[in-house]
Structures are given as C-alpha cells and as structure tokens.
C-alpha cells in the first residue's frame, strides 16, 4: 500500500538537511504557503513524486530516476535550485519542474528538462541572476506567454558546435516579443528574440540554438537535416573576413506564420574589420548557399539586428530548421561602404568614422544631419581617395551638433555629380543643464537621482551596454532625490526618461 507524505499549510517551512534526500515510492504533497528545503541533493526513484503547491527549495543536484515526470500534474508550486556552486538536473527521466526558479551558480542539464505540459501549456522560467547551461541538452518552456521566462539578470547558455543545446518556447496567441537572455561561456550577453506576426497553434515549439566560431567561420554549422558548405558572398569566394563569428539556429515547425527575429553577436565576434551595421543572412540547404538579406532589417544596437516578418515553411529549408549569420550590409554604391557612425563625444561633440572597401571614381564625402530624420543639412565635407582597392578609414568631427536627438548620414558624390546616401545614425546629446543629475558618476554601483522639479512623477528606466532592459521603476511626484545600488556588472549603462537619457558609469 503507497503511502503519502503530506506537508501540510500550517507548517510554513521545513528543512531537510542531508547529502542525499531520497524519495522511492512515496508521493510527498507540499500544500499552498509551505517551503520545504533541502540542504542537499534530491533523488527521485520507483514512481516517486512530488505534488507542489508550494516551493521546494535545494541546494545540490536533482536527479530523476522515477519513472515519471517528477511533479505531478497539476501543480501550482515552484522548485528553487539555489546552491552557491554548479547544480546539476540528471535522471533517466525527464523532469517537469512547472515552476522552476534559478538563483546562485550554473544550472547544468544532463538530461532535458521542462517547465510545464503541453496538454495545458503552463510553466515559467525565473533566471535570477543564475545560468542554466543546456549543455546538448534541450530545455522546453510550454507557456506561450511572453512573460513566462522572468529575466532577473540570468542568462541561457547554448554555446555547442552540435546545435544541440536547445531552447524550446511553446509559441500561441500572444504576439509580445518571445525574449531568451543567451550568453557566452565568458558571461556576455547574446540577446535573442522572436515576435509572431500572427498567432500560432497552440504548442508549435521554436528551438533557438547558438555557438561562435573562429574567424574563418569554422566549424561550420551542422544539423541532422542540413549543412553549411561555405562562406561564399555575393562577389567574394569566402566572405568570413565580413561575417560575425557565431551561427544561430531558429527551428520553427509551423510556417504558417511569420515572425520578427532579433540576433546579436559580441564584440570579440566582431568580423576582421570591425563593428559595422550588419544583416542576417538564412543558409538555403536546398540550393546550396545563402539567401540574400531580407528587406527592411535595422541595427537597433551595434552588434544586434532585426529581422522583420520572416517567413518561415519547410519549402525554404527542410523541417523548418533554419541556420542563420550576421554579415555586413554592402550597399551597392561605387563605393564599397563598410560601415558609418556617428557618436556623441564627452556630450560635447558628434564623431562621424566611416570606413571603404573600395573606391572607385568617387570625388569627396559629406557629412549630413538633421534635427527629425527628414529635413537633412549639410555639415562638412571629407576629401576622398578617388581610386582604392584597399581599405581606408575616415572621420569628422560636428563642434557644433544639435542638443538633444539628432540623426546623421553620410553622402557619397562621385566625378559625375551622382550620388548615394548610406544609412541614418540616431544620435543623442543631453541637454546643457539637465533636470535630471546623477551623482557621483562614476560611481561604485550606488548613485543618487536627483531634480530639480518634482511636481511630476517620472518613469524612468535603466539600460545596460547591450540595450537591454534590466529596470524600471516610478519616481513619485514630489520626491526630489533618489537612491539606487546596482548589482550588476560594471560597465556603462544608460538611465532613460521622458525620452531623455544620461550615461552612468559603473566601476568596482
């Protein structure tokens, strides 16, 4: 006869502190407001399992070797792996861990695991601050919503040449961006996102796989379906010297729907000649080579780009597994452009660097801003080479730039009085007497806000280098001054308000 173990409400918390806690045959029901923690690993064996309703708390591996998936359906609780060194999820079976909370040291798959069901399509994924290393494993999140995975300063780490280190996200009908907080082996941020353009069936499952490269691009990428043969471009026999040096992989099953994908690299990825603005290029298996960039991509950040309305069907790529590259974008002008920016320096003065490939007949360079995007002026003009197969590097310096957002071109004019433009690059400089003040800056992780006007509340937000958002929060009305401490990395970060921002300098 199988008896049950159950913990019930009155007891708010219990604690089990052992090397091994081991569960055979026996169901352990932990009600709504319990926590139960082990100080320890946890062992699973001969149809054990636990019913949680409340949170389960350990500090070691978890291994399943029940026969079944662990948590028994349904379940409203959480499991919290939290131990200050790697943890490992292990077992002959496959464990559904609903709710599952990471915080502390690497989490490392040796077996997949999951975060819901698809027969109800629940689950979350808290990353706080902790690193799930799929390690050719496959992790599943089955909650379509895109605010099951909770980024709390965690990360996802995929990073084998095999592609098999998979995330899978059950997509559905919510159409928010599907974000997954990929990193490095070294902790650098990879962001990933997808957005559906239209609801998909319920349960289709996207897998995202990514690992770097060398320079030359080796190893190429490699599926059970599909291989990369080649860096070849449009005019050049190899192309690795143009391209980031990372692969990613987006599996979608269904391509009855497309969706907006979001891709980055690093800078230690960057192509031989550095950053520049960069294009997602999809290998065609069937034809052997890779598809020209789809229309309308844009750099939101340097080293990231997105992709809209990406069609997807197993007549572009077998099984709907689709292998990815981010390249420079070559317009086709007389010129070859590598790249243009434009930065704002000490918030004084506006860098414009520009870099050619090549030249050929082209006359001179200029250097045009505007206040909207629309209405562009001209501010200075470079001399050019002329003629070069080489690769030269330019730069000019706007004394005198526009407060606030502004948006900078370059304009190429060759002998003949033709000319092209290249791409716009938003910049921004604050304005001479902010409101808003941070001090000290730099500072050690802890600063202090500060206005000078508090008769309204703002809403401000806080960026890392990346671009990505790591918090926001309400200044409330009449509140002059602010205290904020940061945990994360230091490194430049950008405080954002009222679509006004300031650079915070974080150094420890």
């Excluded at 009155?10 to 089990?16: E, G, H, K, R």
């Excluded at 399509?121 to 390690?135: P, Y």
């Excluded at 990395?489 to 650079?503: E, I, P």
Aim: charged letters at 15%.
């Amino acid at each position: 006869m199988r008896r049950w173990i159950d913990i019930a409400a009155y007891a708010l918390a219990c604690s089990a502190q052992a090397q091994l806690f081991t569960m055979n045959m026996v169901p352990v029901s932990l009600t709504g407001g319990v926590a139960m923690t082990v100080e320890g690993s946890v062992l699973l064996q001969n149809t054990a399992t636990f019913n949680n309703d409340g949170q389960l708390r350990v500090t070691g591996d978890w291994t399943n070797d029940s026969g079944n998936s662990g948590i028994a359906s349904p379940s409203t609780g959480s499991v919290l792996l939290y131990g200050a060194t790697s943890q490992f999820i292990q077992g002959a079976q496959v464990t559904d861990f609903r709710n599952l909370v990471i915080s502390g040291g690497n989490k490392v798959l040796l077996q997949d695991a999951v975060a819901g069901l698809p027969s109800d399509l629940s689950g979350t994924l808290a990353l706080n601050g902790a690193v799930i290393v799929l390690n050719g494993r496959t992790f599943s999140l089955f909650n379509p919503a895109a605010i099951a995975l909770i980024d709390g300063g965690g990360t996802v780490r995929s990073e084998t040449t095999d592609l098999l280190s998979r995330f899978q996200w059950a997509l559905g009908a919510d159409l928010n961006a599907h974000y997954i907080p990929f990193s490095t082996a070294t902790g650098a941020a990879i962001p990933f996102a997808f957005t559906p353009s239209s609801p998909y069936p319920l349960g289709t499952l996207m897998g995202v796989a990514t690992y770097p490269t060398a320079p030359d691009n080796t190893p190429y990428a490699v599926t059970a379906l599909q291989q990369v043969d080649h860096m070849a471009g449009v005019s050049l026999p190899d192309n690795s010297d143009n391209t980031a040096d990372r692969f990613w992989l987006v599996d979608l099953p269904n391509g009855s729907s497309a969706g907006t994908l979001h891709l980055s690299h690093t800078p230690q990825e960057d192509p031989i000649l550095g950053p520049g603005p960069i294009r997602a290029q999809r290998w065609l298996e069937n034809a052997g080579t890779w598809e020209p960039p789809l229309p309308g991509q844009s750099n939101p950040a340097l080293r990231e780009v997105v992709v809209p309305t990406v069609p997807f069907s197993e007549g572009i790529n077998p099984q709907n597994e689709h292998i990815w590259v981010l390249a420079y974008d070559f317009a086709p002008l007389p010129i070859s452009l590598l790249f243009f920016d434009a930065t704002a320096m000490d918030n004084k003065f506006v860098r414009c660097t520009w870099v050619t490939l090549s030249e050929q007949d082209n006359d001179f360079f200029s250097v045009e801003r505007s206040r909207d995007g629309t209405s562009f002026e001209e501010v200075g003009q470079v001399q050019s080479a002329g003629n070069s197969i080489s690769p030269l590097h330019y730069a000019f310096d706007d004394n005198s730039p526009y407060r606030g957002l502004s948006y900078y071109r370059l304009r190429q004019t060759d002998y003949d009085g033709s000319s092209t433009l290249s791409q716009m690059v938003p910049v921004w400089l604050d304005e001479q007497d902010p409101v808003i003040a941070v001090f000290p800056n730099p500072n050690n992780g802890t600063f202090t806000i500060a206005r000078g006007d508090a008769e309204e509340e703002l809403h401000f937000e806080l960026l890392d280098a990346s671009g990505r958002l790591i918090r926001h929060w309400l200044m409330p009305q009449g509140v002059e001054r602010e205290s904020v401490t940061l945990t994360e990395a230091s490194g430049l970060y950008t405080l954002r308000w009222n679509g006004r921002q300031l650079r915070v300098s974080v150094g420890r």
